[in-house]
């Protein structure tokens, strides 16, 4: 079944439809000509679709419909946390006395909003285990930029230049770019047979030309690293810092604390950890959080409390400076707070723990199932952490269909898929991630549609290698959409 093609609302323009119309002038008629000066007036009238209010109301809620979205379905993106975000933390956002706060209102005016990010540094400092937190950055890689400049400002103080920054082969790809970003080479580091750093290629590398190393834990395989504290005594001893990509913090809330572990920076993305609606670029926050010594280089204003008032200290000679203007994405601040103070310590940990078991459960029943684990096989084998990496490189050798292919069609069934083809050293990777907040029936379901993906392969793999059947649009070419994307239309072109 092909799916309907999209029109645009000027295709459905008629000319002399309305939407609404207004009342009879009750004052006198005053030409438009008049009121402003000439070099403010069009020549010629805006082309506006007319269009009755049913009409514009379906089309957009036809559109709205095409979209994908957590409300509309799973969406198992792997190292992206698309957990369900409780409808609360927006009541919370949408307050007046937050929603409509203006962003150059003085400190004293804004007490309230000032205590909520006072507060909410004080709940990410306790979950991460690291004192002082800012939370100007406004996505994880933002916070990865800040902690990397954090790095340096940190060794330049010190008086020494370092130019590399460690990470391994599992990093996710913001990472180099961040190093690159912030002016230093990246030297990959490997990883040993169990998915975790490999010791010995870790210790030729850490040289004292090492600013940091940038490590997710547990990392994009979904596994824990059973080194950790050999890995921070390694980069320590060395005089380098430990840099905590805390993008997989949903396996660890209330379990483990970077910051115990031996990590001096941690970004979080509030926007997958901590609920908060996100993808397509929509608005992220990631902060940061620091041990004592680095905190001399935070990005300022810092927000203090005196004498209990709250308000911007720009008194930080060794910061790094602002970030971004203002504070960061206020609204997410209060989901996150909202989120926090809803669940506390004990929700919070609970929340951890579902999501590591719900993985480790759909884990398991892929591999009770004889075709999923004949084909899609786990790349590495161990209790995962709330994700975990399936290889499809046998479904591939054996029936022609590759990752993406299952990916497409799993699109039919109605499935976000997961991410594929990353980490990079998993061949032909599918990277799962359920969340705590899916039920048994849904991961059953995916895995019951995967085995149905299987199935129609070892029967036509051409079936599989044509999918999606029913979505908007058939098979991209993926690399031209990301790279030049069309977003606009010429109304001239239009019938
Ligand atoms: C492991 C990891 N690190 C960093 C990031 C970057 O975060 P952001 O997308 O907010 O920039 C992500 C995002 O998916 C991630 O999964």
Do not use: W
Not at 333 to 354: D, H, N, P, Q, W
Not at 381 to 406: F, G, M, N, P
Request: glycine share 8%.
């Amino acid at each position: 079944m092909q799916a309907e093609k999209a029109t645009t609302i000027y295709e459905k323009s008629k000319p002399g439809r309305r939407a609404s119309t207004l009342p009879v002038l009750d004052v006198p008629d005053v030409s438009v000509e008049d009121l402003l000066p000439a070099s403010a007036i069009r020549k010629t009238p805006p082309r506006l679709p007319e269009i009755s209010e049913p009409e514009i109301v379906r089309h957009y809620n036809k559109l709205s419909r095409r979209n994908f979205d957590l409300d509309s379905g799973f969406y198992p993106l792997g190292s992206c946390t698309m957990k369900h975000n409780p409808k609360l933390h927006e009541r919370a956002a949408a307050l007046p006395g937050f929603a409509r706060l203006h962003p150059l209102q003085s400190s004293e005016r804004a007490q309230g909003a000032l205590e909520l990010m006072y507060n909410l540094e004080g709940a990410l400092s306790e979950i991460t285990g690291l004192p002082h937190v800012s939370l100007q950055p406004s996505a994880g890689s933002h916070g990865e930029l800040a902690g990397v400049l954090l790095t340096k400002a940190y060794h330049e103080d010190r008086g020494e230049t370092r130019t590399k920054v460690l990470a391994p082969d599992t990093s996710h790809g913001t990472n180099p770019a961040t190093v690159t970003m912030a002016g230093y080479e990246t030297v990959k580091v490997a990883t040993n047979e169990r998915g975790g750093v490999d010791l010995d290629d870790l210790r030729e590398k850490a040289t004292t030309d090492v600013a940091c190393l940038m490590l997710t834990n547990p990392n994009t395989l979904g596994l824990f690293d059973e080194n950790i504290e050999e890995i921070a005594k390694i980069m320590h001893d060395v005089g380098a810092t430990l840099y905590y990509d805390g993008a997989n913090l949903n396996a660890v809330m209330g379990i483990s604390r970077p910051g115990d572990m031996g990590f001096d920076i941690v970004h979080m993305n509030l926007h997958k950890s901590f609920t908060q609606p996100h993808g397509g670029g929509g608005p992220g926050s990631g902060p940061i959080a620091v041990s004592e010594r680095m905190a001399p280089y935070l990005p300022k204003p810092r927000i203090v409390k005196k004498e209990g008032r709250f308000r911007y200290d720009f008194d930080q000679p060794k910061s790094i400076g602002r970030l971004r203007g203002f504070q960061g994405n206020f609204g997410v601040f209060v989901r996150t707070y909202a989120y926090i103070c809803s669940l506390g310590g004990e929700g919070l940990k609970a929340a951890s723990e579902t999501a590591v078991l719900n993985a480790n459960y759909m884990l398991e029943k892929g591999k009770q199932n004889e075709r999923v684990n004949k084909y899609l096989p786990v790349a590495f084998d161990r209790t995962a952490k709330h994700e975990y990496v399936l290889s499809a490189a046998e479904s591939k050798r054996q029936l022609d269909v590759r990752a993406t292919d299952i990916a497409k069609r799993l699109l039919d069934l109605g499935y976000h898929p997961p991410t594929i083809y990353f980490p990079l050293l998993v061949d032909e990777a599918l990277m799962i991630e359920p969340t705590e907040t899916e039920t048994m029936e849904t991961l059953d379901g995916f895995i019951e549609a995967l085995d149905q993906i299987l199935e129609e392969a070892e029967k036509d793999p051409a079936f599989v290698q044509n999918a999606p059947y029913t979505t908007p649009v058939r098979r991209l070419d993926e690399a031209a959409a990301a790279r030049s994307p069309v977003v606009t239309q010429d109304l001239d072109l239009l019938p």
